[in-house]
């Protein structure tokens, strides 16, 4: 993926003020929670609230029609047809179903999965050992393909791979690396939890048989928010343990003796879908498709660059790397942010600081200075 220009975007101050922005310092946790857009709440009101309100149990046609709108939009943002999307109440619980729902073969049973992962989606894969499958982590640099060479290994089922890795901000060659999946008749999950948003995605562009995500970051969606697409060549394969009356053909049908996997993306779905968190997260998805995402990326590599300028650190922190900065900085420059009322995390060894499109050249410049300071003591 080649990034857009690093320039100063015109769209940035007015794309700002479609954000409800919180009062204190800078806010830079896009990569943990993005901010709640102007339009969630009418969002929510329409598509769920005054249905319920106004219809009851009746509300349920237009609910699933505000279950259409999120999958439509995630269609807009990030490729596929709707069809090949499926509301998901976790990462972690997508690639559960995907996962459990292929065969495992004694000879053929190992998940390849970098140790660089997000914790919870190595305890998801964890947990499929009761399937017959068997973790084994990735050492090295995830953006290395040479660390993924057990990929083309008989013994490979899986292969999961984080877009971005949240604690490093590296970034994995996915397109190298489902085709190298693909080759070898590997499954491969790709997560963009902490991509989607900030780094232009297609789903049609890779050769992935899955790929999951949540709306809480980047996507400024709000927790309980996610997704799984599932190629259309691998969808009738694929049958997970976890049933319920929407992973049906026929929902409706209500008869128990009966079932039959919905010929799509439905089928991971289970019991009934929580709407709410839906309708709600269809206000950042919208809201992210109108601003851009090659402009979202082209405001956080700026503001990223004019940061790392300020504080004498390495420009190359920006290649191969997803939103986040992820510095190796100790607790004197924690304590520093801390006071002036930066929002921002830890993890390990590095503080965590992401531009959003709600920030702007002044935030920069407020957490340069801090930096600086805590620098000469």
Same mark, same amino acid.
Not at 24 to 32: C, D, N, T, V
Not at 81 to 88: G, H, L, T, V
């Given at each position: 993926?080649?990034?857009?220009?690093? $320039?100063?975007?015109?769209?940035?101050?007015?794309?700002?003020?479609?954000?409800?922005? =919180?009062?204190?310092?800078?806010?830079?946790?896009?990569?943990?929670?993005?901010?709640?857009?102007?339009?969630?709440?009418?969002?929510?009101?329409?598509?769920?609230?005054?249905?319920?309100?106004?219809?009851?149990?009746?509300?349920?046609?237009?609910?699933?029609?505000?279950?259409?709108?999120?999958? %439509?939009?995630?269609?807009?943002?990030? &490729?596929?047809?709707?069809?090949?999307? !499926?509301?998901?109440?976790?990462? *972690? /619980?997508?690639?559960?179903?995907?996962? %459990?729902?292929? %065969? !495992?073969? =004694?000879?053929?049973?190992?998940?390849?999965? *970098?140790?660089? /992962?997000?914790? %919870?989606?190595?305890?998801?894969?964890?947990?499929?050992?009761?399937?017959?499958?068997?973790?084994?982590?990735?050492?090295?640099?995830?953006?290395?393909?040479?660390?993924?060479?057990?990929?083309? +290994?008989?013994?490979?089922?899986?292969?999961?791979?984080?877009?971005?890795?949240?604690?490093?901000?590296?970034?994995? #060659?996915?397109?190298?690396?489902?085709?190298?999946?693909?080759?070898?008749?590997?499954?491969?999950?790709?997560?963009?939890?902490?991509?989607?948003?900030?780094? #232009?995605?297609?789903? +049609?562009?890779?050769?992935?048989?899955?790929?999951?995500?949540?709306?809480?970051?980047?996507?400024?969606?709000?927790?309980?928010? !996610?997704?799984?697409?599932?190629? =259309?060549?691998?969808?009738?394969?694929?049958?997970?343990?976890?049933?319920?009356?929407? *992973?049906?053909?026929?929902?409706?049908?209500?008869?128990?003796?009966?079932? @039959?996997?919905? #010929?799509?993306?439905?089928?991971?779905?289970?019991?009934? #879908?929580?709407?709410?968190?839906?309708?709600?997260?269809?206000?950042?998805?919208?809201?992210? @498709?109108?601003?851009?995402?090659?402009?979202?990326?082209?405001?956080?590599? $700026?503001?990223?660059?004019?940061?790392?300028?300020?504080?004498?650190?390495?420009?190359?922190?920006?290649?191969?790397?997803? &939103?986040?900065? !992820?510095? =190796?900085?100790?607790?004197?420059?924690?304590?520093?942010?801390?006071?002036?009322?930066?929002?921002?995390?830890?993890?390990?060894? $590095?503080?965590?600081? *992401?531009?959003?499109?709600?920030?702007?050249?002044? +935030?920069?410049?407020?957490?340069?200075?801090?930096?600086?300071?805590?620098?000469?003591?």
């Amino acid at each position: 993926m080649t990034d857009p220009e690093i $320039r100063d975007d015109a769209a940035a101050p007015s794309a700002r003020q479609l954000f409800h922005r =919180p009062e204190g310092g800078p806010y830079l946790l896009a990569h943990s929670v993005g901010l709640l857009p102007l339009a969630a709440r009418d969002s929510a009101e329409q598509a769920f609230f005054t249905p319920w309100e106004t219809a009851g149990g009746d509300a349920w046609s237009q609910w699933l029609g505000a279950v259409d709108a999120f999958r %439509s939009a995630l269609v807009d943002l990030l &490729g596929g047809e709707a069809r090949q999307w !499926c509301p998901q109440p976790g990462v *972690s /619980a997508a690639i559960s179903r995907i996962i %459990s729902g292929l %065969s !495992c073969r =004694p000879e053929r049973n190992v998940i390849l999965i *970098s140790e660089q /992962a997000f914790p %919870s989606v190595a305890y998801a894969v964890d947990g499929l050992s009761r399937l017959g499958f068997r973790m084994e982590l990735v050492t090295g640099d995830p953006s290395d393909l040479a660390s993924w060479r057990r990929i083309g +290994d008989p013994d490979i089922a899986v292969v999961v791979m984080m877009h971005v890795h949240s604690n490093t901000g590296i970034l994995s #060659p996915v397109a190298e690396l489902t085709a190298m999946a693909k080759a070898h008749g590997v499954f491969s999950i790709v997560d963009v939890a902490q991509s989607a948003g900030v780094l #232009p995605i297609s789903v +049609d562009a890779w050769d992935a048989d899955a790929v999951v995500g949540t709306c809480v970051k980047w996507l400024s969606g709000g927790p309980g928010a !996610c997704f799984a697409w599932v190629s =259309p060549e691998v969808i009738e394969s694929i049958t997970p343990i976890e049933r319920g009356w929407f *992973s049906h053909a026929n929902p409706f049908e209500m008869d128990l003796r009966h079932f @039959a996997f919905a #010929p799509d993306a439905r089928r991971l779905w289970g019991g009934t #879908p929580s709407v709410a968190p839906l309708a709600i997260a269809t206000a950042g998805l919208r809201a992210v @498709a109108g601003i851009g995402v090659p402009a979202i990326r082209a405001h956080n590599l $700026r503001l990223s660059g004019r940061l790392l300028g300020q504080i004498d650190a390495d420009p190359g922190l920006l290649a191969q790397r997803g &939103g986040t900065l !992820c510095l =190796p900085l100790d607790e004197h420059h924690e304590a520093a942010l801390k006071a002036d009322g930066v929002r921002f995390d830890r993890r390990g060894a $590095r503080l965590r600081l *992401s531009f959003g499109i709600w920030n702007d050249e002044a +935030d920069v410049d407020r957490v340069a200075a801090g930096l600086r300071a805590a620098a000469r003591g």
